[in-house]
């Protein structure tokens, strides 16, 4: 029996730890999550992902501020796993915990490429060919460690972030498997540090989108969905959006239709299609009642 320590916190760890709770070879016998945070207008305490699914299966959940604390150490040593698999946890690991076993991290891209905090809205802003994941064992830098192994699609199999992190967390799951049963015939590979990037934690400001390049315009909305989605400047947000074209000239921001569910609005280069839209302050609402609502007709702009 493989026993693991598991450290993660979003909806990608909990399909990861999913799999390791499934396969009858390995037991998780401690999991390590973030705190718990406010969510919504409501601010409600909600627990992480992995979180729930350890709960359910009566699995020992530590939720520390801080790995550095002595005592959380000391209960990972206590636990004498033979591995600790870190998925999107959301802290460095101290070297004292690096020392307690092979420290495996399924980072979300295929290393040494996009480094840190947001690899897969990268790879879709970038409009990378391939996405994918990637088995590292864990060092004291930021994702610099040996590679184990990895996976990948095309991104155009999944082009909005949700659907990138869905596919992601899947071929994550079973790469973990793969290198856990297999890691004793496994060569590492040194990262060629010559072609590393690094990519920033994803901030409010960076849904700032205009109407000069439909193609770029997209790629934000694809990157950014669900958080912090994508809005003018004057705080209209932009949802369901569609790519139309990427090469003809318009007016930036002119309405160049309004069909039953939806706008077309024309970029200095191509166009896109929303289907809602959302005020500040107010509620999502369809397209057209927006439009309506403003008695904005068909050449005037949405600026």
């Not at 070879?25 to 305490?45: H, M, S």
């Not at 020992?60 to 636990?79: A, G, N, R």
């Not at 830098?141 to 659907?163: H, M, Q, V």
Request: aromatic share 6%; glycine share 6%.
């Amino acid at each position: 029996m493989i026993k693991i320590v598991f450290m993660g916190t979003p909806l990608y760890a909990k399909e990861i730890l999913k799999a390791l709770i499934e396969d009858k070879d390995i037991k998780v016998t401690l999991v390590l999550t973030q705190p718990d945070k406010p969510v919504g207008r409501k601010k409600v305490l909600t627990p992480p992902p992995v979180k729930e699914l350890s709960n359910n299966h009566n699995i020992k959940v530590l939720q520390p501020e801080t790995l550095k604390d002595d005592s959380v150490i000391e209960q990972i040593k206590e636990e004498n796993p033979d591995f600790i698999i870190v998925a999107a946890y959301g802290q460095l690991l101290p070297k004292e915990v690096l020392e307690i076993a092979p420290c495996i991290n399924l980072h979300a891209s295929i290393l040494p490429k996009y480094r840190g905090a947001s690899p897969i809205q990268q790879a879709i802003l970038n409009g990378d060919e391939y996405s994918g994941v990637t088995a590292m064992l864990m060092d004291e830098g930021l994702d610099t460690g040996d590679i184990l192994g990895f996976s990948f699609i095309k991104t155009k199999e999944a082009p909005r972030l949700d659907l990138m992190m869905e596919k992601l967390s899947y071929l994550a799951a079973k790469l973990t498997i793969d290198v856990v049963k297999n890691f004793d015939n496994i060569n590492p590979i040194p990262q060629l540090n010559a072609l590393s990037s690094k990519c920033k934690k994803i901030k409010k400001d960076d849904g700032l989108v205009d109407f000069s390049d439909a193609k770029s315009l997209y790629q934000k909305y694809c990157a950014f969905y669900g958080w912090p989605g994508i809005y003018l400047e004057n705080g209209l947000k932009l949802h369901e959006v569609e790519l139309i074209d990427t090469t003809s000239q318009n007016r930036a921001g002119e309405i160049l239709e309004i069909g039953d569910d939806y706008i077309t609005v024309g970029c200095k280069r191509g166009k896109i299609k929303i289907k809602q839209l959302q005020a500040k302050s107010k509620a999502k609402t369809d397209a057209k009642s927006y439009i309506l609502g403003r008695r904005l007709k068909v050449g005037d702009n949405l600026l």
